[in-house]
Antibody
């Protein structure tokens, strides 16, 4: 069974940084591309970033390009999202997903002074 | 970016009724490998999303066959036959052909 557990969220001031982690189990992590998807309060789903199975390719939505970095450690079966220069509009629940067929429980990130 | 337009935004249904949700894309979703990467997901209240259907019409493991997907190119439909209480929530279409990946705005399925 695919298990994805996010951590690292919380309250952060605008302009500061935060790093999310997603611990994967129940499948061979190094075989799958992974993604981060977010959902602002009362809003719909929004794709944030994708990374290939080996980490060689990464893709971002325009609004986070240059501020967010997706990465992975296949030896630790863990996905990361480094978020810098955070803005109020980044406030959302962040989900990690394995190719959209497995999802974590989500972690809340609130950007506010 | 590919715009995914989902209709209707909400549906009020009775248990046992059948419903359809439409999803139209602003560009063809046929990929260079000839596959069409159109997914349907359900987000039940307070829960994470769950994928129901991938590549237009393929059901994920454990998804009841009351769910079916159809369509091609830019026009797609999710049909739920004989709605059950566990089917309530927000349905999203998601295109996986083009970057950035884009979701429809969602269709909220509620009890009448």
């Amino acid at each position: 069974e695919v298990q994805l557990v996010e951590s690292g969220g919380g309250l952060v001031q605008p302009g500061r940084s935060m790093k999310l982690s997603c611990a994967a189990s129940g499948f061979t992590f190094s075989n799958y591309g992974m993604a981060w998807v977010r959902q602002a309060p009362t809003k719909g789903l929004e794709w944030v970033a994708t990374i290939s199975y080996d980490g060689s390719s990464t893709y971002y939505r325009d609004s986070v390009k240059g501020r967010f970095t997706i990465s992975r450690d296949n030896a630790k079966s863990t996905l990361y999202l480094q978020m810098n220069s955070l803005r109020s509009e980044d406030t959302a629940t962040y989900y990690c997903t394995r190719d959209y067929d497995g999802w974590g429980q989500g972690v809340m990130v609130t950007v506010s002074s | 970016d590919v715009v995914m337009t989902q209709t209707p935004p909400s549906l009020s249904v009775a248990i046992g009724q059948s419903v359809s949700i439409s999803c139209k894309s602003s560009q063809s979703l046929v990929a260079s490998d000839k596959n069409t990467y159109l997914n349907w997901l359900l987000q039940s209240p307070g829960r994470s999303p769950k994928r129901l259907i991938y590549q237009v019409s393929k059901l994920d493991s454990g998804v009841p066959d009351r769910f079916s997907g159809s369509g091609s190119e830019k026009d797609f439909t999710l049909k739920i036959s004989r709605v059950e209480a566990e089917d309530l929530g927000v349905y999203y279409c998601l295109q996986g052909t083009h970057l950035p990946r884009t979701f429809g705005g969602g269709t909220k399925l509620e009890l009448k």
